[in-house]
């Protein structure tokens, strides 16, 4: 078959997602193919072939195409209409039916002339019309370019925009040059979409370019997906051989580890292999670690009784576990409370926290914003995010946290719950921030999920056996229910206990074969039985949680969120945008410039077309944020993934069972991880035999880390206290020791924070 060429100008853009659209020609013609930027009103000749197409039926489906500005007067009044501010189709028409052919050059070269001749364009307006048509000369140049380096590679427009922002005309140069070097530079620029630009320009498989990017594209994201701060040097080379299809020789391989090495981008200790900056954070960490361990702490709390006050608001006094983890907490600068749901960890913090002196500052934080209301609501003392406690602020490449070595926490104690959700990167930010003298008491529970990112910090403090630690295990609950009682059970290898005769329970089995079968049944619980039978809102009070973020897997995240969506939400959509107004979200990365946090749950309270802005209403804490309605993070919240509610409780959960959610991820610590989750009721549906197969599934990912080794070895020492810089002062006010500053040019003295919003104008 031979190729066919057809020419017009692009009327309408169909489809347009990661530089692949679909559109129609003036003509009629439908094309599809590769296009970084299609322009409506821009002429193209397209050269491919006639396919037929089930939805948009006869399209030529093209291999290349070239472009030029229109001529016709039609395509240049679209063009102009489609591209620059304040020119509708009626100044459009003026403009043509005034300089014909000429249109573009004109509004481009003499600003000065529309202006005076154009009813409707004043002289300002005129000269940004001029801007706009040649900076869009140029990036349609630079887009031909690009476009030529990119042929039939899938890349999205938003890193394809980033890169032409950074490098401007010279990114085709510098991408030929070395398209691995924007793999570090350019974020969404991953190894694939380099090794492809890179293999179709001649690039040789066996090249120390390519070797080093792939072995360096394994550690991160080994590090990143799995946890990993360091691998084997053999595990190393056998992903690297695989990633490379096993093209290059595995001494090649071994070179391009020697010479990362050599570069100091990597570190081989022991015969693992870490990244630079891994390596450094896990070293800092230990040695901070010690500091705090051997320094004298600024406060000892005094137990006068062993007591706590229940939710009734009734003493009780503490078990004999609890007794003996109070009395470990005062001797220990720093130290682990760890134990299952139940077995009165917050009870033990609270008496502790009650124990230390009017004057010491405690803080309490989390690594999510629900473990952290649910923390104030246990404690009844102020808790906030680790992040939060850390003050971020936005910098030119992302955000840094404003307390660190040289601008510490005023705190002497610092209490972290859910600390098995911490990764290294946001120990090493909390340790940094510590000054010797703070005690650190971390919380959590090892049976749960490990942190998303790279780290094992509470399981490798707690294997080091260099911090002292106590795991609770009774249970102190007179009447704990099936919830407390399945999580130790799943927690010791044993089946759930299921008695669905009892209405006033805690834990339900719903018996379901199929997965459109369980998928209808959630859709029923959640809308319908749940809310009334409890008098709770579907939104607020019900969460759904699946293994499987696939959308091709019938009981994952979003073909669970399409039913509920469709079944919760009758607002009607906005244009093509998955969301509507009134949907669930969920924050999938930290956007600190807004105050939203990875893992921040919301309600969509409108959609502004016009400013293309979505506002959300985040909880815990509340706050409205408006967001970019399409560049956004957001994704649907009806259901999630265990990870992702990881450190969150809900009234009620309900949790889809079945052989087609991946055996890698349904484990036992991911059973227990999701029944934890629900405060008062939790719902199984599916299949009951499928709960002891996935309970006796005890194979966890082993994490390659080295701080429980750091920890142990003595040749590390402890941080040297004059290199944390303690630049607290004791406020005039209120006496206490905390960081100082001048909050009006009327005063002469510095003052902490909490002084100054008390009184303003406090007389000195």
């Known amino acids: 078959m031979k190729p066919t060429t057809v020419e017009g100008t692009l009327s309408r853009i169909t489809f347009n997602r990661d530089n692949y659209f679909i559109g129609k020609l003036d003509t009629g013609i439908g094309v599809k193919g590769n296009m970084l930027s299609p322009q409506v009103g821009m002429s193209y000749k ?26 016709g007067m039609g395509g240049i009044r679209l063009y102009l209409a489609e591209n620059c501010d304040w020119i509708g189709l009626e100044i459009s028409k ?44 140029k990036r349609e140049v630079l887009q031909i370019a690009m476009n030529e380096l990119f042929q039939g590679v899938r890349i999205s427009k938003r890193t394809l925009n980033t890169i032409m922002d950074e490098y401007g005309s010279k990114a085709p140069e510098l991408i030929r040059a070395n398209p691995y070097s924007l793999i570090e530079e350019v974020r969404g620029f991953g190894f694939k979409t380099a090794d492809a630009v890179a293999m179709k320009a001649g690039y040789a498989v066996d090249g120390m370019p390519r070797i080093r990017a792939a072995i360096r594209f394994v550690l991160e994201s080994e590090a990143h997906g799995f946890g990993h701060t360091a691998m084997p040097r053999g595990v190393l080379v056998g992903k690297v051989s695989n990633l490379l299809s096993s093209q290059v020789p595995r001494d090649k391989l071994q070179e391009g580890i020697e010479f990362g090495i050599k570069a100091g981008k990597e570190i081989d200790k022991d015969d693992l292999i870490s990244i630079n900056t891994l390596f450094d954070k896990e070293l800092d960490v ?8 051997k320094a004298k702490p600024r406060y ?14 009734e003493t009780v006094p503490l078990a004999e576990d609890q007794r003996a983890a109070v009395d470990k907490m005062v001797e220990s600068n720093v130290f682990i409370l760890t134990g299952a749901p139940g077995v009165g960890k917050t009870a033990s913090i609270q008496c502790i926290i009650n124990s230390f002196p009017a004057g010491a500052l405690v803080a309490l934080a989390a690594p999510t914003g629900k473990a952290a209301k649910r923390m104030y609501e246990l404690c009844k003392s102020e808790a906030s995010t680790i992040h939060r406690l850390l003050k971020p602020e936005k910098v030119k490449d992302g955000f840094r946290f404003t307390h660190n070595e040289k601008n510490t926490l005023s705190d002497d104690v610092v209490i972290i719950d859910e600390a098995s959700m911490v990764n290294i990167n946001l120990m090493h930010s909390l340790m940094r921030a510590l000054t010797p003298g703070t005690r650190l008491i971390l919380i959590g529970d090892v049976y749960q999920l490990p942190a998303i990112g790279p780290g094992n910090i509470l399981k490798d403090c707690i294997h080091s056996c260099e911090i002292p630690c106590v795991e609770l295990t009774t249970i102190k609950r007179q009447d704990p229910g099936l919830i407390t009682r399945n999580c130790h059970r799943i927690k010791a290898g044993k089946n759930i206990l299921v008695e669905n005769s009892n209405h006033d329970g805690d834990f339900f ?21 749940l809310p009334a039978r409890y008098g709770v809102d579907p939104l607020a009070d019900i969460q759904v949680l699946s293994a499987m973020k696939k959308a091709t897997n019938p009981l994952g995240c979003p073909q669970l969120n399409e039913v509920l969506q469709a079944a919760l939400n009758k607002n009607p959509p906005v244009g093509k945008l998955r969301f509507r107004r009134g949907d669930k979200v969920i924050q999938t990365k930290n956007d600190y410039s807004r105050d939203i946090i990875n893992g921040d749950i919301g309600i969509i309270l409108d959609i502004d077309r016009s400013a293309k802005e979505i506002e959300v209403q985040f909880s815990t804490p509340d706050r409205f944020v408006k967001v970019p309605m399409l560049d956004n993070e957001l994704e649907l919240a009806y259901a999630i993934t265990v990870h992702k509610f990881q450190g969150s409780e809900a009234p009620i959960v309900v949790i889809p069972i079945h052989k087609c959610l991946s055996q890698f991820v349904t484990q036992r610590n991911w059973a227990y991880t999701s029944v934890s989750r629900a405060q008062k009721v939790c719902v199984l549906v599916g299949q009951l035999e499928e709960v002891k197969k996935i309970i006796g599934r005890n ?19 402890p941080l040297a206290p004059a290199t944390i810089i303690d630049n607290r002062a004791k406020c005039p006010k209120c006496k206490m020791m905390k960081h100082l500053a001048h909050y009006s040019p009327f005063h002469e003295k510095n003052i902490c924070a909490e002084c100054f919003t008390e009184t303003e104008t406090w007389d000195w």
């Open 699 to 717: 194979r966890q990912q082993k994490r390659w880390t080295r701080l429980e080794k750091m920890l142990i070895d003595k040749a590390i020492k």
């Open 94 to 137: 003026r403009l043509v039916n005034t300089y014909g052919k000429d249109t573009l050059q004109i509004c481009k070269e003499d600003p000065d002339r529309i202006a005076r001749e154009i009813r409707g364009l004043t002289l300002d307006r005129a000269e940004r019309v001029s801007e706009m048509l040649v900076a869009n000369e």
């Open 286 to 293: 230990a040695r901070r670690l010690k500091a705090l361990l």
């Open 300 to 313: 000892t709390p005094y137990v006068e009784d062993y007591t706590t006050t229940n939710a009734e608001g």
């Open 509 to 529: 089995f719903v018996r379901r074969e199929g997965e459109a079968e369980i998928k209808a049944t959630i859709k029923n619980l959640v809308t319908q039985r």
């Open 46 to 71: 397209f050269t491919g072939y006639i396919i037929t197409d089930p939805k948009w039926g006869d399209t030529l489906k093209f291999d290349s195409f070239e472009t030029s500005y229109p001529t």
